[in-house]
């Protein structure tokens, strides 16, 4: 009896070929939608946050009747500059802590001394996961100088609100008020354009510059404004240290404005995420700004009391 020969064949190279084609075109199909998953988790995680500080500002008011301050200073008059802060430099996101669970870090802090204390620098650049955007890859510290040497501070992508006007030059005094400056109290009862139509929070990216911008030029931090504290560079343009907790919608020194998620924008308001930034309204919502936004309605959203209600956005 006979056997059959049985004969073993693989692919031909024209077979791999085409095997090889249809995979990479399946995996040219199927990336973006893994990435754009991926992203929404991320946007997500972020959106969260946002609610967690909204309701964690919402709690400090109850507690406190007003809202956190800007950030805190000592000595100074609501037109004084920024050079003339004597301390303590602690910012709104600093007092707010202990609502995010976090007291056990503000305890670390001594709040009656100064953010540059040796002690309280030690916790600087603590990584707090509530102040982080997920969709931001950028470094989660920074350095800045001080009167007591260089400062090692961990980032946030989350600023308060300041309104419009000089931020650089008079962070204590606003030209429109928005909820956060210098020594600011503001209570609910100040919000007359309502608390639905007036921003508290907004986004801001790791900082984006190149050229003969520094990597720390317009970076945020959770921690403080310090006194006598300067970004490493004399590059840094007119973004000077409040810009390190606080963002405003128009800055009157400036004709020009910076769109959101601009090319060279990493302040004041901007973000990783395509098409615009999330934000924190005063009722504690968080919604989405299209970066298309009219730069007229965006500064009228950043003020207390502008009188326009910003209904389409």
Not at 24 to 33: D, Y
Not at 183 to 190: A, E, K, L, M
Not at 300 to 305: K, N, P, V
């Amino acid at each position: 009896m006979k056997r059959r020969n049985q004969s073993h064949h693989g692919f031909t190279l024209i077979e791999l070929i085409i095997v090889m084609g249809v995979i990479a075109v399946l995996v040219a199909l199927l990336l973006p939608a893994v990435q754009q998953a991926r992203e929404a988790a991320r946007r997500t995680t972020c959106k969260n946050n946002l609610k967690q500080l909204g309701l964690a500002l919402t709690n400090y008011q109850g507690l406190h009747d007003v809202i956190p301050p800007g950030y805190v200073a000592r000595d100074v008059a609501p037109d004084d500059p920024y050079t003339a802060e004597v301390g303590s430099g602690y910012a709104w996101s600093t007092l707010l802590l202990p609502f995010l669970d976090q007291i056990s870090l503000q305890r670390r802090l001594d709040l009656r001394g100064n953010s540059t204390d040796q002690l309280s620098i030690a916790v600087a650049a603590t990584q707090v996961p509530a102040f982080i955007c997920p969709s931001d890859k950028g470094e989660l510290t920074f350095t800045l100088k001080s009167g007591v040497g260089d400062m090692t501070l961990s980032r946030t992508n989350y600023v308060g609100v300041y309104g419009t006007g000089d931020l650089s030059a008079l962070p204590g005094a606003p030209t429109s008020r928005g909820v956060f400056y210098r020594n600011s109290g503001t209570g609910i009862y100040d919000l007359k354009d309502g608390a639905s139509h007036t921003l508290l929070l907004g986004e801001r990216m790791s900082p984006q510059f190149k050229d003969n911008y520094p990597r720390e030029c317009c970076a945020a931090t959770w921690y403080a404004v310090p006194p006598g504290a300067a970004y490493q560079s004399d590059n840094s343009g007119a973004f000077q240290p409040p810009w390190l907790v606080l963002g405003a919608t128009k800055d009157t020194s400036n004709s020009s404005l910076i769109p959101l998620n601009g090319p060279r924008a990493s302040a004041p308001f901007s973000s990783q995420h395509v098409g615009g930034i999330q934000v924190v309204l005063a009722d504690g919502s968080v919604r989405f700004i299209s970066e298309n936004i009219d730069h007229e309605q965006f500064r009228q959203l950043g003020e207390i009391a502008d009188g326009g209600l910003d209904a389409d956005y």
